[in-house]
């Protein structure tokens, strides 16, 4: 699907009325095979500006299983809707509205996760209310941070930075499990970050703070990869030994080494994986509880960004 600025979202779907929703779902199934004969399993809501909307509706065509919702925001009280057999989306939406609209169109039945892809971060109230997860991705997610720690006791939180940043905790943590290594870890207080992406850089920071009894002991030095990946490499040391994560040449792998006691120790290369939006939406939905590890980086990070 192409994802230019002027095309209607659901640009191959019916155009109705909010009110006339039900019966364009019928219309869409009638005489077709659906994408999803055997039911749904989660209702996925996506909210923000239009033009990133658009991306997310390419990505949720390669999920399987979902009622998608798209709403974005805007000035308009009675919006197009478009619908096809998996998915509505409501073009410019008026902020207040949009509670209103998640409440009627959700599936009460099934898991609901919110995507929220930016706008107005009040919408982020109700939608705590409304949704089982919510899932931030913005551009820039200081506002989103801030409002989600007030929001934590009334719905579990977590953001597609943190998820892209899956497999560079996971070897982190697994170094940290060396025998040679752990004894050593607590002298290890100087914390390097190179990364494309600040914001996911200081949430790498903060969860490793967050997660290491002398966190608070941490120097940390975070550069800037201009054209870079949103994470380049993590240097975790003291001088004379450390723990090294790195992004392979074809930035399809990372590389772990510990090298305690200036002996090189254990090595370890694992594929990135799958950093495509859908595969990680995808991964968002496959987990149903709190993250309690997001939830305590969250509380590390620095407010005033």
Known sequence: MSTHASEPLLPRGIETSFAGIDAAFAQVGHGQRLRHPRGLTATVIVIGPRERLLEATDALEHLVGVRAILIAEGAETAPTVRVTDYAIAIDGLRGDYINNAVAALRLSSLPSLAWWRGGASASLEGLADLADRLVLDTADPQAGWNHAR???????????????????????AHLMDIPEVRDAAASMTALRVDAGDAHLAHLFVAWLRSSLEWGGKLTVDVRNAPGGAPLEAVHLGNGRQGLTLRLMPGRTCIEAVASVDGRPGASQTVSLGDQGLAALINEELRIRARDVAFEKALAALDPAG
């Open 150 to 172: 007030t929001l934590l006791d009334r719905a579990a939180f977590t953001d597609l930075r943190w998820t892209r940043l899956t497999r560079w905790r996971a070897l982190m």
